[in-house]
């Protein structure tokens, strides 16, 4: 990430850190780290009109991912209209920032019929988001291993969806809130990398170590893709599977179900043993999925709270492909290619209409 291991970077950096190297190419000293961290604590509150937003959205109890689209939006409004300036386009990006947390901790305790929190300005970014959620400041077991999660997603090169939308988008010189707005749309979608909840309920279906292997060779014989393993750019093992094992093994040590951990381990061995038995050749290793699922749920977060955890962290690369994006000035023009009908002749509406008519047997 950035010319750094990710392996290193993620379970050792701040994601405040994370998210300065990435919008500036640096890591910050500490100066410019503090500031950065004041910065974004001012910023973290909610306007008015953002909560009222998330509050019409837990009446009507709509999905999280909706929720967050439809708020994040509001980050830019200002009282007076027109292009983006310089200042104005990092303010808002700044602003995306800082408050996506809240928007989902925020909507998180609506839709439970609970009051929001307020971020607390002394704690750093992740334990913020667990405070918001729980309203208890989190151990510093459970805002590391968050914070190893947020930066292993913040950046992941240029997928096709999120990071791709987004630079379309600011290529027309648009702003950096509707950029985002459209990389929430494209982390929505189901084809992007699937919601990582999936790989945690196999685990706890098969409930024994004992059951994997019958369990897992009835999938595959019925051609039941296994959750959290295979990936169409990784044909090893994903780097970013092993620093989240890492984390979930610390983290599972001192505040989750070691039992749970050691199941979900038994479980990966024999499925990467069965994938390999059932599709040679193919190297199908365990990926990001299968240990944000555990991670996850180690923190306690609810399963439909997996996705727009994992935004509130790629929001910090969503922006920084946006800065880089807007330095050029260029739009993105894809070419297509036609693949359809060609030299078919005008025929009139009248004709049209005679010709179905004939077909359908209409008596004109």
């Not at 988001?129 to 459970?142: H, S």
């Amino acid at each position: 990430m950035a010319g750094f291991p990710v392996e290193e970077l993620a379970a050792q950096a701040s994601f405040e850190e994370t998210a300065y190297l990435l919008w500036h190419d640096a890591l910050p000293d500490a100066r410019q780290l503090a500031g950065f961290r004041e910065e974004l604590a001012a910023l973290r509150p909610l306007s008015r009109i953002t909560t009222d937003i998330l509050r019409a959205a837990a009446t009507e109890r709509a999905p999280a991912m909706d929720a967050l689209r439809a708020a994040v939006g509001t980050s830019g409004l200002r009282a007076t209209g027109g292009v983006s300036t310089a200042d104005e386009f990092y303010d808002d990006a700044l602003a995306l920032l800082a408050r996506f947390l809240t928007i989902v901790a925020s909507y998180r305790r609506l839709l439970d019929g609970e009051e929001p929190v307020a971020p607390d300005p002394t704690l750093g970014h992740a334990a913020n988001y667990l405070y918001m959620l729980d309203g208890e400041p989190p151990g510093v077991g459970a805002a590391r291993a968050l914070e190893t999660y947020l930066n292993t997603v913040a950046d992941h090169g240029m997928n096709a969806s999120t990071f791709f939308a987004a630079r379309v988008i600011v290529s027309t010189r648009s702003d950096v809130v509707s950029a985002v707005v459209g990389a929430v749309g494209a982390l929505k979608g189901p084809l992007h990398g699937g919601a990582p909840g999936p790989a945690l309920d196999m685990v706890f279906e098969i409930g024994a170590a004992e059951r994997a292997e019958n369990y897992l060779r009835e999938k595959l014989e019925r051609g039941v893709r296994l959750m959290g393993f295979g990936h169409r750019v990784y044909k090893v093992r994903d780097p970013r599977a092993e620093v989240l094992a890492q984390a979930a093994e610390r983290l599972y040590e001192t505040e989750g179900d070691d039992a749970l951990y050691e199941l979900a381990r038994r479980v990966e061995k024999k499925s990467v043993e069965l994938l390999a038995e059932y599709k040679p050749g193919r190297n199908l290793q365990t990926n990001v999925e299968f240990y944000t699922t555990l991670l996850l749920h180690g923190l306690r977060l609810p399963s439909n709270l997996f996705t727009p955890t994992f935004a509130v962290g790629r929001v910090a690369g969503w922006t920084a492909h946006c800065m880089e994006q807007r330095a050029p000035d260029r739009l993105i023009h894809p070419q297509s290619a036609y693949t359809g009908a060609r030299t078919r002749p005008w025929v009139p509406l009248e004709e049209r209409q005679r010709r179905r008519n004939q077909q359908i047997g209409v008596v004109t």
